[in-house]
């Protein structure tokens, strides 16, 4: 009895001595805590923007019952149009009146899509039609299927459907994250909440489905391109019709739609080289959404707010524009994550990495990098020069300094020595300004190659960034810092330094492509986003 009595107390008073942390924790958080409690994982810099969460529209008021509708802006004349390139000037209307037909005839004779296209996905929509893009004398024609074909919609639109539950129990049972202090496999410092992050992954994992259209034209659609610059685009569509665990044939039960397009097969196949003229790859877009809307049902439910694209092409973000509810709506997963461009929206879209992938077979080549005692360059930059920033930089340092080795594009008496992965692998610090686009590959590269990666990008919304807390791995400079650069890095102590590259090693495995996908890789990193931020979209006052 005494023996039980003690253990009891002892107990007691362990219990005693956590609650009352805890209650020291929580009165700390209430007080210090930045955010509202509220708005749960917007940062308070961007909380007050986000017209969609705030709405304060009564729930329940239309067909849709885990959206609002922002009003749709007639003029979105506050967004200059994109120059993307400085040889090619884009003047297509933003608001675009024409009553063009369904078909999409080119004047630029795109690749033609193969006759009788197989797609990946095939076996992926049973209740359905399928449908796909067929080639008529040059012409990419998406057909209408069989209407009959078609479930009813549903029927009340005051009951909340069982996937509207699902999504309504995530969103509260990630906002009452248990507190994870320690965790094996989530390096909690890297992490703006890891206690969000990993409730919100195991409710993805458990919860999510996702519903691939297989409509839509090969090569535009549903052929993943792996290699290069863009590859991350095609990794993901490879990677998310192969997947059995969050794909479902039944449309009735996803929680998302994924609209499975590159916007790189997109641009090879309807833009004109030289034709200065994005109008067709905007047109094919359009229509391509007007179809999906008067064929499904699913569209018209959330106005395309449960829909989503992933695309890396730097046009991306621009050829959503003439499809106002695409354009606003739908979930962008973008690595052109420019938020002074007028489509990009903290919190609903997501920044996609740029991953440069040179060999699709070994997407983890050369991964890894020298010890900080073996990094004798203090910063590295080498590329072309494009967009307003680089310029700058060569020529306040190229050639100024000797810890500084930024170049053009690295001179073939100096690659020859010492290749480009191998400077990143040498330098503490890999400078990432950006190009024509606020995006540019050498971020990852850096957490490939174990460097601290510092992005000059003003406007950029850097890769999981609702997710990731940038400033424990990265360091960002304003543009006009430049001059100062040398300045600001040396005034980083090597203690600093080393809780930085420590960092970028344990973030690492967050960035890599793997053929079969692991927890917590790029894949599900991104996925996740995605479906955070449709939560984030989503009204929680409903009951
Ligand atoms: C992280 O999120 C959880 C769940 O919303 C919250 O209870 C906790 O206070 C947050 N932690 C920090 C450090 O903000
Ligand atoms: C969805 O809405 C559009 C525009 O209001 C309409 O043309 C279309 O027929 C609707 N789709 C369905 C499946 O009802």
């Avoid at 509207?164 to 509260?172: R, S, T």
């Avoid at 991953?355 to 072309?384: E, H, Y």
Wanted: hydrophobic letters at 40%; aromatic letters at 12%; glycine letters at 4%.
């Amino acid at each position: 009895m005494s023996v039980y009595g003690l253990h009891r107390t002892a107990f007691d008073s362990c219990l005693v001595a956590v609650i009352f942390v805890a209650s020291a924790v929580t009165v700390f958080l209430v007080f210090y805590a930045p955010s509202s409690p509220t708005v749960w994982f917007i940062p308070p810099s961007f909380s007050a923007s986000s017209t969609i969460f705030s709405s304060t529209k009564p729930y329940l008021s239309s067909a849709s019952p885990l959206y609002f509708p922002a009003p749709l802006d007639p003029s979105p004349s506050s967004s200059p149009a994109p120059v993307p390139n400085s040889d090619l000037i884009f003047t297509f209307q933003q608001d675009y009146q024409g009553h063009e037909p369904f078909v999409y005839t080119s004047s630029s004779s795109p690749a033609p899509a193969e006759e009788g296209d197989s797609i990946a996905s095939d076996s992926k929509a049973p209740s359905f039609t399928a449908v796909r893009g067929n080639s008529v004398n040059g012409e990419t024609r998406m057909q209408s299927g069989d209407a009959k074909a078609l479930p009813s919609e549903p029927k009340a639109a005051s009951v909340l459907t069982k996937v509207d539950e699902e999504l309504l129990y995530a969103k509260k049972e990630i906002e009452r994250a248990p507190i994870v202090y320690d965790d094996p496999e989530l390096y909690a410092p890297l992490f703006r909440n890891v206690s969000t992050f990993k409730r919100s992954y195991e409710l993805m994992e458990r919860i999510l489905k996702v519903y691939i259209y297989s409509d839509g034209p090969m090569p535009i659609f549903h052929t993943p391109q792996l290699k290069g610059i863009y590859s991350s685009e095609g990794w993901f569509l490879k990677l998310m019709e192969e997947n059995q665990k969050f794909v479902v044939k039944d449309p009735s039960k996803a929680h998302l739609f994924y609209l499975a397009y590159s916007s790189r097969k997109l641009e090879e196949a309807l833009y004109k080289p030289n034709s200065h003229d994005m109008k067709p790859l905007l047109l094919f877009l359009k229509n391509y959404v007007n179809m999906l809307s008067t064929k499904y049902p699913f569209w018209n439910r959330t106005k395309g707010a449960d829909h989503f694209i992933v695309a890396c092409h730097d046009w991306g973000p621009y050829t959503t524009k003439w499809h106002p509810e695409f354009r606003k709506n739908t979930i962008k997963a973008l690595c052109n994550a420019d938020v002074s461009e007028g489509v990009f929206v903290r919190g609903k879209d997501v920044s996609l990495p740029e991953t440069n992938i040179r060999m699709p077979k070994k997407p983890l080549r050369d991964i890894g990098g020298k010890r900080v005692s073996q990094r004798p360059i203090l910063a590295f930059f080498a590329g072309n020069m494009h967009g307003r920033v680089r310029p700058i930089l060569l020529d306040y340092w190229s050639g100024k300094d000797d810890d500084m080795k930024i170049y053009g594009s690295l001179p073939s008496d100096i690659s020859k020595k010492m290749s480009y992965i191998e400077h990143m692998k040498s330098s503490k610090y890999c400078i990432c300004p950006m190009g024509y686009e606020v995006n540019s590959p050498r971020i990852v590269e850096a957490f490939y190659y174990e460097c601290v990666p510092v992005i000059i990008a003003d406007n950029f919304v850097l890769p999981f960034e609702e997710l990731l807390d940038w400033s424990a791995f990265s360091i960002v400079i304003a543009e006009r810092d430049i001059p100062r650069l040398k300045e600001i890095l040396t005034g980083i102590s090597l203690r600093r330094y080393i809780y930085l590259q420590a960092n970028v090693k344990r973030l690492q495995k967050h960035f890599l492509w793997h053929s079969l996908p692991v927890k917590y890789d790029i894949f599900h990193m991104i996925l996740h986003s995605i479906w955070f931020n449709r939560l984030n979209q989503i009204n929680t006052n409903a009951q």
